[in-house]
């Protein structure tokens, strides 16, 4: 497993292709790993790691790091980071296996030093971690200053770097993550709504975290539940749509398979809910941990007769937030389920987050109809067809609801034709009416140019980029 870090003083739009610089801990790193490593670039290895059974283990005959075509095509930095990290943490007392979890602070030190950066991001994050642990808070920062010492003091690196301040707009920041986004933008949906928020999931990789995240939220009236499957978990949120709450609930390709009756039962009953999907490769269990955009028809078309529904898409993990509010707007103005689609690379992908001033947010406003003699559960709103959204128990309101076709206006059963020809009809033109509330689409670069590209969700940053 290993991560991968893109910094610049100007707009990051992806995170590279190929890295600079590449920190292998052991063989099976830095073989699966070399081959991205631009030529040229850094290559920092844990000679520490290189002992033959590791070798065996990675499927190397012999030693790559005593390979003359290694130091040609990058400049390569042979530290033992095993046994600086136990020199540095000498005297406390700790066995090697657990001074050895400090290694990757150790090189982390190193790399502080050759970026020019100063420790004290990592020690105060460190500090406020492990306030509460002051042994493993001093192995740490101690393993953190050993690495930049390391790197000064034996003059490891012939070029160190400077990267500029960014120009970012002013406010306050903080780093983000896709699925962390999304449900801060679901809690504050249901806040700009006045409304409960309800989330029913079934744990599916990569769209877990949101329920884990949601589930933190309590503070804030969210309410979490963790059903027993995907059919479950998405009629859970559709009742908790019906009583009146933001029902939503949240999937992956083959759990958003599972959920399809159910979307057609809340296209029927033109009920809001809001399902987020985030993709990952398939078919069926496919790649759970890969990410992929291969659900998109899925979204579209994937239910039986005529069922249109809005799907909207996240194009970056910060952009999750304002994402999952839209989502919600849309819902509760037009009274119809909506399908947010994210994926696994912006679900763990992270990204400098503007925190928003919360006062800017534009509200979303409600309305559940009073009790009246003549009240007509499928009258619609002329601007935006949608129905009024009664809540049950409510005198006066009392009106048919089900997967069955209903009579235009009264809400009745009904079989006739005309009638399900004229029903299809209206909610097929309310889902084509959200359009109406968008503006035009963005061009960026030059409008005259002779070629245009075209993308969505996640592709974003890839189009941007190469534009």
Same mark, same amino acid.
């Given at each position: 497993?290993?991560?991968?870090?893109?910094?610049?003083?100007?707009?990051? =739009?992806?995170?590279?292709?190929?890295?600079?610089?590449?920190?292998?801990?052991?063989?099976?790193?830095?073989?699966?790993?070399?081959?991205?490593?631009?030529?040229?670039?850094?290559?920092?290895?844990?000679?520490?790691?290189?002992?033959?059974?590791?070798?065996?283990?990675?499927?190397?005959?012999?030693?790559?790091?005593?390979?003359?075509?290694?130091?040609?095509?990058? *400049?390569?930095?042979?530290?033992?980071?095993?046994?600086?990290?136990?020199?540095?943490?000498?005297?406390?007392?700790?066995?090697?296996?657990?001074?050895?979890?400090?290694?990757?602070?150790?090189?982390?030190?190193?790399?502080?030093?050759?970026?020019?950066?100063?420790?004290?991001?990592?020690?105060?994050?460190?500090?406020?971690?492990?306030?509460?642990?002051?042994?493993?808070?001093?192995?740490?920062?101690?393993?953190? *200053?050993?690495? =930049?010492?390391?790197?000064?003091? !034996?003059?490891?690196?012939?070029?160190?770097?400077?990267?500029?301040?960014?120009?970012?707009?002013?406010?306050?920041?903080?780093?983000?993550?896709?699925? !962390?986004?999304?449900?801060?933008?679901?809690?504050?949906?249901?806040?700009?709504?006045?409304?409960?928020?309800?989330?029913?999931?079934?744990?599916?990789?990569?769209?877990?975290?949101?329920?884990?995240?949601?589930?933190?939220?309590?503070?804030?009236?969210?309410?979490?539940?963790?059903?027993?499957?995907?059919?479950?978990?998405?009629?859970?949120?559709?009742?908790?749509?019906?009583?009146?709450?933001?029902?939503?609930?949240?999937?992956?390709?083959?759990?958003?398979?599972?959920?399809?009756?159910?979307?057609?039962?809340?296209?029927?009953?033109?009920?809001?809910?809001?399902?987020?999907?985030? !993709? *990952?490769?398939?078919?069926?269990?496919?790649?759970?941990?890969?990410?992929?955009?291969?659900?998109?028809?899925?979204?579209?078309?994937?239910?039986?007769?005529?069922?249109?529904?809005?799907?909207?898409?996240?194009?970056?993990?910060?952009?999750?937030?304002?994402?999952?509010?839209?989502?919600? *707007?849309?819902?509760?103005?037009?009274?119809?389920?909506?399908?947010?689609?994210?994926?696994?690379?912006?679900?763990?992908?992270?990204?400098?987050?503007?925190?928003?001033?919360?006062?800017?947010?534009?509200?979303?406003?409600?309305? =559940?109809?009073?009790?009246?003699?003549?009240?007509?559960?499928?009258?619609?709103?002329?601007?935006?067809?949608?129905?009024?959204?009664?809540?049950?128990?409510?005198?006066?309101?009392?009106?048919?609801?089900?997967?069955?076709?209903?009579?235009?206006?009264?809400?009745?059963?009904?079989?006739?034709?005309?009638?399900?020809?004229?029903?299809?009809?209206?909610?097929?033109?309310?889902?084509?009416?959200?359009?109406?509330?968008?503006?035009?689409?963005?061009?960026?670069?030059?409008?005259?140019?002779?070629?245009?590209?075209?993308?969505?969700?996640?592709?974003?940053?890839?189009?941007?980029?190469?534009?």
């Amino acid at each position: 497993s290993g991560y991968q870090v893109r910094l610049a003083s100007s707009d990051i =739009h992806t995170p590279g292709d190929a890295p600079d610089v590449l920190v292998a801990m052991n063989p099976a790193a830095l073989k699966v790993n070399l081959a991205d490593l631009r030529e040229g670039g850094m290559l920092i290895v844990n000679t520490g790691a290189f002992d033959a059974n590791n070798l065996k283990k990675a499927g190397y005959v012999g030693n790559p790091l005593e390979d003359p075509d290694l130091a040609e095509h990058y *400049r390569v930095v042979a530290v033992d980071l095993e046994d600086a990290t136990i020199r540095a943490l000498e005297g406390m007392g700790l066995s090697n296996k657990e001074a050895l979890r400090c290694k990757n602070m150790v090189a982390l030190g190193m790399l502080y030093y050759a970026y020019s950066r100063p420790l004290t991001t990592s020690e105060n994050w460190l500090t406020q971690k492990f306030s509460k642990k002051p042994e493993i808070l001093e192995a740490n920062l101690r393993a953190l *200053r050993a690495g =930049h010492a390391i790197a000064e003091n !034996q003059e490891l690196f012939t070029v160190k770097y400077t990267v500029a301040k960014a120009s970012l707009p002013p406010g306050t920041y903080r780093n983000i993550m896709g699925n !962390q986004a999304l449900a801060m933008g679901l809690v504050a949906a249901s806040k700009l709504a006045g409304l409960r928020l309800f989330y029913g999931s079934y744990p599916i990789t990569p769209a877990s975290d949101i329920l884990h995240n949601l589930s933190r939220y309590k503070n804030y009236g969210v309410l979490t539940f963790q059903a027993e499957d995907e059919i479950a978990a998405i009629t859970s949120a559709l009742g908790a749509a019906y009583g009146g709450a933001l029902g939503v609930t949240g999937t992956s390709g083959p759990g958003l398979a599972l959920k399809t009756e159910a979307l057609g039962l809340a296209v029927m009953t033109e009920l809001p809910l809001v399902v987020v999907d985030v !993709q *990952r490769g398939g078919p069926s269990t496919g790649l759970p941990t890969k990410t992929e955009q291969a659900d998109l028809l899925q979204a579209v078309f994937g239910r039986n007769s005529e069922a249109p529904l809005p799907v909207g898409a996240a194009a970056t993990p910060a952009d999750c937030f304002a994402a999952a509010i839209e989502a919600a *707007r849309i819902a509760l103005t037009y009274m119809t389920p909506v399908i947010l689609l994210s994926d696994g690379y912006i679900a763990n992908g992270s990204e400098p987050f503007l925190v928003p001033d919360v006062a800017s947010l534009p509200r979303i406003p409600v309305h =559940h109809p009073q009790a009246s003699p003549d009240f007509r559960p499928y009258a619609r709103d002329p601007e935006t067809l949608a129905r009024p959204w009664a809540i049950p128990g409510t005198a006066g309101l009392e009106h048919r609801i089900g997967g069955i076709e209903k009579a235009d206006v009264t809400g009745h059963i009904s079989y006739d034709p005309l009638n399900h020809e004229k029903m299809v009809g209206l909610r097929e033109a309310k889902v084509m009416g959200v359009a109406k509330s968008y503006p035009a689409t963005t061009v960026f670069g030059d409008a005259d140019a002779e070629l245009c590209l075209l993308g969505w969700g996640s592709t974003y940053g890839a189009v941007h980029g190469a534009v």
